[in-house]
C-alpha cells in the first residue's frame, strides 16, 4: 500500500510574495512576534546600509537569536536596571528628546551629564569656587571605545560651556570639529575657568564600570577635586549618576 507524505503545517514559502511574509515563515515557536518584528527590521536595514544581501531565512535567523548580553555588567543599584523588570515612569518630555545625533546615548547623554556637573559646579561656596583652576571629563567603556565616532568629546565639552541638547546650535558643535583647539571661558562665580576639547579625557575603554557608558566629571584646584561626579549615560539621553535616586513624581 502506498503511504502520503505527510502535509507540513508550515506555509509554503514559495506562495508568499514578499520578503517579511517569508520570513514571518520562519518564525520560530516561543519567540515573540512584536520583538522578531522589530529586531528583523533593524536588521534589514543595517544591511541595507552595509550593502549586505540576507535572504528572508537568513534574516529569521538573525532577528530570532537571543540578544546578546552586554560586555559590561550592569550594577543593580542603577535606577535603569530595576525598572527593567517594571513599568519605567516619566513623562511625555522626557521621554521624547530634542537634541543633536548621531546618538542618544553617547551624545546627547554625554550632554547632558556635563551641564549637570556644570549646574553643580555653579552652586559651590565662593571659598571653594575661588580655588577652581579647571574642569576635567574622563569617557570610559563604550563612551570612550566609540565617542569619536559620536562627537561624545564635543557634546561634552558643549554641556560643560553651559549648553544644553534642546537649545546648543549645530553650528556651535561642527565649529568644533573643525577647529578642536578653541577654548571657552566658563564662569563660575568670579572665576572664570578656560576649557577646550584637551579636558575631555577618552580613557579607559574595559574595566569594572558599573554601566557600559560611564563618565567621570571633576573641578579642581590644581590637583586636588573640589568637585567630583561619576555618571552614567543609560540609553535613549536618560542619564543617572552615582547615588542617583529617582524622583518621587
Not at 571605545?145 to 564635543?154: F, I, L, P, W
Not at 568644533?176 to 577654548?183: C, E, F, G, H, V
Request: net charge neutral; glycine share 8%; proline share 10%.
Amino acid at each position: 500500500m502506498k503511504t502520503e507524505p505527510k502535509k507540513s503545517d508550515a506555509p509554503d514559502v514559495s506562495t508568499l510574495t514578499t520578503p517579511d511574509e517569508q520570513m514571518l515563515a520562519h518564525l520560530p515557536d516561543g519567540v515573540d512576534r512584536r520583538s522578531f518584528l522589530m529586531r528583523s527590521a533593524v536588521i534589514g536595514a543595517a544591511a541595507l546600509i552595509t550593502g549586505r544581501n540576507l535572504t528572508p531565512e537568513a534574516r529569521a535567523q538573525a532577528a530570532a537569536a537571543p540578544p546578546s548580553k552586554p560586555q559590561v555588567p550592569l550594577s543593580p543599584s542603577l535606577n535603569v536596571v530595576k525598572e527593567s523588570k517594571g513599568p519605567v515612569m516619566t513623562t511625555v518630555e522626557e521621554f521624547y528628546k530634542v537634541g543633536p545625533g548621531p546618538s542618544s546615548s553617547h551624545t546627547i547623554g554625554p550632554m547632558r551629564i556635563t551641564y549637570n556637573f556644570y549646574q553643580r559646579c555653579t552652586k559651590l561656596p565662593k571659598d571653594q569656587l575661588d580655588q577652581a583652576t579647571a574642569l576635567r571629563v574622563n569617557l570610559f567603556g563604550s563612551l570612550s571605545a566609540t565617542g569619536k565616532g559620536h562627537g561624545t568629546e564635543r557634546a561634552a565639552l558643549a554641556g560643560l560651556v553651559g549648553k544644553e541638547p534642546a537649545t546648543v546650535e549645530p553650528a556651535f558643535l561642527d565649529g568644533l570639529a573643525a577647529k578642536p583647539d578653541q577654548t571657552f571661558p566658563v564662569k563660575l562665580g568670579d572665576k572664570t575657568i578656560n576649557v577646550s576639547l584637551a579636558d575631555v579625557i577618552y580613557d579607559a575603554t574595559k574595566g569594572d564600570f558599573p554601566h557600559p557608558n560611564t563618565m567621570r566629571c571633576a573641578l579642581l584646584a590644581g590637583d586636588k577635586p573640589l568637585l567630583e561626579q561619576e555618571y552614567y549615560s543609560v540609553g535613549g539621553g536618560f542619564i543617572e549618576w552615582k547615588g542617583y535616586k529617582p524622583p518621587t513624581e
